[in-house]
């Protein structure tokens, strides 16, 4: 945004601006839909092309937040209002007394004026939880919830809303979260970023900063000079100049469609009747969460990770090895086996799972634990189902070494690969790689 004007640009970093409004004061962006508060409070929002026209849908507009199918809007009184579903939908009154927003799934945060930290999560009549006080900003992303206090301290935990803080850093005037990534800019100018679990260590990628962005795998700077810069792909990429004389920055990464849940009845189509269907249907909420922000979301690894979760758990979020009395036996849809396991994890999600076992087999961790198994400790899981290889899968996994059992893997993969494929398979069968290597 320029002097109240905004531009927005979609593809790589190269394209061009394209005018969309002028008169505004905030705007939020999420899919194909452009919020924008108007200085005279109006609130519009577009869905469809950047040539699309304006709904008009609230007056008295301080702020405006979008995501998914979700409007929300903090008004100049200190209400805000938050609806789901098409345009014209009907608002649902949240909160009162709110100084900032931010939504993220089925999650809503705000900072209250007194500075207390509220989030809801579910839909918009459920309750709200508090969190933290000595409130600045709230931000939300996927099972993520981050508090900039006034004090210039950052906090950031995951999972469940009851889960502990982790401490990320102080002096912090901006904060931005985006998957397993944290942007802050610090008082100094200084912009940093970490990415992995919330203990990992920060990386320094630019100077000068006013604002951070975040989102997918892109970083966007606004800094103290009103130039705009963004990166895409690791940490250590070239930045891109994008615009100069900007006052406000927000960047949504080029995606794919929203993922598609995984629902019962797609269980059923590629394996026939499921044993323990009520326990599997009461986790497949949170499994389908875990797996939206584990980027397990294409039909080949959708096919790797439901296959395997089939032949550990059998999609049961509180599945238990049988025969076992080892403390740490293996729990929960991957079947957590080992302090070597239990601890890494715990450490990861801010929770003590070798003091607490029995949490690995829990509706509120089991899902989250799956995701971290697949996409951080072996962290190549995606890649090789990406490669069609489900024989680096069984090494990533630690089956035990039966060229039978590879063989029904690779075939349940081939199955559900199929299906979520639109009923073929994209590559040749003798393609897929089905013994370990």
Known sequence: MKSGELYVKEGNLFADWVWQAAGVKDFSLAGDRIGVVLTDGRVQVKEGNLWSGWDSVASGGQSVELDGDRVGVLHTNGTVNVKEGPLNAGWATQSAGVKDLSLAGDRIGVVLTDGRVQVKEGNLWSGWDSVASGGQSVELDGDRVGVLHTNGTVNVKEG?????????????????????????????GR????????????????????????????VGVLHTNGTVNVKEGPLNAGWATQAAGVTDLEIAAASAAPATPVSMQDLQNIWGAIPNAAVVAEGLP????????????????????????????????????A???STYRGRGYVQLTGDFNYGP?????????????????SLAWSASIARWYWTVSRSGSNAAADSYDMGLI?????????TTEDLERCDDFKRALRYFNGGSLPVSEQSIVCLRH
């Open 160 to 188: 469940p809303l009851n889960a502990g803080w982790a401490t990320q850093s102080a002096g912090v005037k901006d904060l931005s979260l985006a998957g397993d990534r944290i942007g802050v800019v610090l008082t100094d």
């Open 191 to 218: 912009v940093q970023v970490k990415e992995g679990n919330l203990w990992s260590g920060w990386d320094s990628v630019a100077s000068g900063g006013q604002s951070v962005e975040l989102d997918g795998d892109r």
């Open 394 to 402: 069984s090494r990533y996994i630690g089956y035990r070494a039966s």
């Open 323 to 325: 025969g076992s009395t």
């Open 345 to 361: 994890a715990g450490t990861y999600f801010g929770q003590n799972f070798l003091a607490n076992p029995d949490a690995a087999a």
């Open 286 to 321: 949170s499994l389908n969460q875990q797996m939206a922000i584990g980027g397990i979301t294409s039909p080949a690894r959708k096919a790797a990770f439901l296959s395997t979760l089939r032949h550990e758990s059998g999609w049961r979020y509180n599945a238990v090895e």
